[in-house]
């Protein structure tokens, strides 16, 4: 029994208790995985009284994971009853960031000023930082300020730190620390407690965060098909408006006059071509995803295509909309699906920017390839909202109508052709947003 | 002064007020035509109408923003209706005090029956707290 030899010897060692400000670390063979075998827990060396409160310690620390708990309750619960178990004071769990480079606390016992003041500690600096970055179990028998980054842990007057990294799937998830405002040594049992029930911690950790964003998508996937029965019931309303009309009109006097019956027919048909619209953006979204979005491109004059595109679709914002066109910006793209790129963002400055004035620029790239610019002088896209602009399910202002698939499935479409799609916000205002294509080689 | 048999349709969609349009024709109703909110009450400002038919989501003052201007004014007794493709119209017209809602897309019939209701019977209409459910 190695492991259990090594675990009693390193907690026994005088230095570990005191007269040194340095983290002792502790071996870390204990908790991965974590296995509930006397062999594995390196328990061999327990009394039977030792074992039993061992276990039950195990089976009261880990019961909160069994339940579905959200993140922060299931936290807090394991917090309290480490806290009780362990007899310390603090009990702090800080959790990896997106970046994987700073752990952020986001639970305590104890310690509730390191969240209210989202204490952030970089991997490898400070207590929590290098136990992160060693992914072992640090023992820290004085508090000063020489180890530890946070000054909350030294103001707060504790005098000694147990953590343990918190492990799930391979990955480094959080750091779990514990701390006395006493000195104190912890014993074996303790130490192999805490490493027994880390992983177990860890994992339901990540299985409350995986069920929030199983939650979340399915919240946005409800919104996002809330949104869409929104937006093909207006133009059905027109649809069936008309029609219903027109049946009126006609039953009252067949000799209705033609011209009534074609405008009718003429709205009906426009709606209809909305509705068509709408269903193929949801149909666009669910063959980008599945990876089906098949291009068939060919040599185009994107200038030519533009200005085609513009006039057919745009004309009743002609007054607004200027064309800045670049000859001979020939490129290699599906029609299209070019063709649905300038709508797609010709529309948005459209719709997005109320009466504002749009300049359509294409220009010739050294670089890029061919650049399709569509900037106007609107009033802008608040920053929150900037990050997600080309993401699925997205739309911004809720006055703004639309399934928020357009920039979407426009980035989409300007990488499959070897291109990119961004945005950038003038200091002076409006919105710019860009897309390249590919030049033709000639 | 109150205009005999007009209503005010605040609707952001162009062939839906057309369409409108149509209908009040055959109707004998007299419509006022705003895109959203703001043209709304620049309407309001200079006339008077019997009811208000109002879309929910629409740019630069959408129908929640409409309504609490609507409210101020010291002339308010022309029932509004919630005209709305939303999930739960009838939530919506609560949000806003309306007097009534109907759910887009409806039968012509009802909302024929809906607008005579509250240009005919003006007074009761605006009184009446209960949401009238149409469809």
Redesign the interface.
């Known amino acids: 029994m190695q492991i259990c030899s090594r675990v009693h010897g390193n907690l026994t060692r005088k230095s570990l208790v005191s007269g040194s400000s340095e983290p002792v670390p502790l071996p870390v063979g204990l908790a991965r995985p974590p296995a509930l075998s006397a062999a594995r827990l390196g328990t061999a060396n327990f009394s039977a009284t030792q074992l039993g409160k061992l276990v039950q310690g195990v089976i009261h620390l880990t019961e909160p994971s069994l339940s579905y708990l959200g993140v922060p309750e299931l936290v807090e619960e394991l917090e309290e009853r480490i806290r009780a178990v362990l007899g310390v004071d603090t009990a702090t769990i800080l959790l990896m960031d997106e970046s994987g480079t700073n752990l952020v606390a986001y639970a305590a016992k104890g310690l509730e000023e390191e969240v209210e003041q989202r204490v952030t500690v970089p991997v490898g600096k400070g207590f929590a930082g290098r136990i992160a970055a060693e992914r072992r179990p640090l023992f820290l028998p004085q508090v000063d300020e020489r180890v530890v980054v946070n000054p909350l842990l030294i103001a707060k007057g504790l005098k000694a730190l147990l953590g343990i990294p918190l492990v799930a799937e391979g990955d480094v998830i959080g750091v779990l620390h514990v701390g006395s405002l006493t000195p104190r040594e912890f014993k074996a049992d303790e130490l192999t407690l805490l490493e027994a029930v880390s992983d177990r911690i860890a994992a339901a950790i990540l299985s409350s965060r995986r069920l929030e964003a199983a939650e979340r998508a399915i919240q946005a996937r409800d919104d996002f098909l809330s949104t869409a029965a929104h937006e093909l019931k207006t133009p059905i309303t027109t649809l069936k408006g008309y029609a219903q009309l027109m049946q009126h009109r006609l039953a009252a006097n067949p000799e209705t006059p033609v011209e009534e019956i074609l405008s009718a027919v003429g709205a009906i048909n426009v709606a209809a071509s909305k509705i068509q619209s709408l269903i193929e953006q949801i149909l666009d979204v669910a063959r980008i995803e599945r990876g089906g979005l098949n291009l068939a491109p060919v040599e185009l004059d994107l200038s030519a295509l533009v200005r085609d595109t513009v006039e057919a679709h745009f004309q009743p914002h002609a007054d607004r909309i200027e064309l800045d066109l670049e000859p001979g910006a020939v490129v290699c793209a599906d029609p299209l699906r070019a063709e649905q790129v300038a709508i797609n963002l010709v529309d948005n400055a459209v719709r997005h920017a109320a009466g504002s004035q749009i300049v359509v620029s294409i220009c010739r790239d050294e670089d890029s390839g061919v650049r399709l610019r569509v900037k106007d002088d609107g009033p802008g896209i608040p920053e929150d909202e900037r990050p997600h602009l080309f993401d699925r399910l997205t739309q911004g202002s809720s006055a703004t109508k639309g399934l928020g698939l357009g920039l979407h499935i426009t980035k989409q479409i300007a990488e499959l052709h070897g291109g990119s799609a961004s945005a950038t916000f003038p200091r002076e205002g409006g919105s710019v947003f860009e897309v390249t294509f590919p030049s033709a080689r000639r | 002064m109150s205009r005999a048999r007009s209503v005010l349709v605040v609707e952001?969609?162009a062939?839906?007020r057309?369409?409108?349009g149509?209908?009040f024709r055959?109707w004998n109703i007299t419509g006022y035509f705003a895109k959203d909110g703001v043209e709304a009450l620049a309407i309001l400002s200079e006339t008077a109408v019997s009811a208000i038919l109002l879309d929910m989501?629409?740019?630069?003052m959408?129908g929640w923003q409409f309504a609490a201007h609507y409210r101020r004014r010291i002339d308010c007794s022309a029932p509004i209706i919630v005209f709305t493709?939303?999930?739960d119209p009838e939530a919506r017209a609560r949000e806003i005090g309306a007097d009534a809602w109907i759910a887009?897309?409806?039968?012509?019939a009802d909302l024929a029956d809906l607008l005579e209701t509250a240009i005919g019977g003006h007074s009761s209409v605006s009184s009446a707290s209960a949401v009238t459910k149409i469809q």
């Open positions: 952001d969609e062939p839906l057309q369409l409108l149509e209908l055959e989501r629409m740019p630069e959408d493709a939303a999930t887009k897309p409806f039968n012509l």
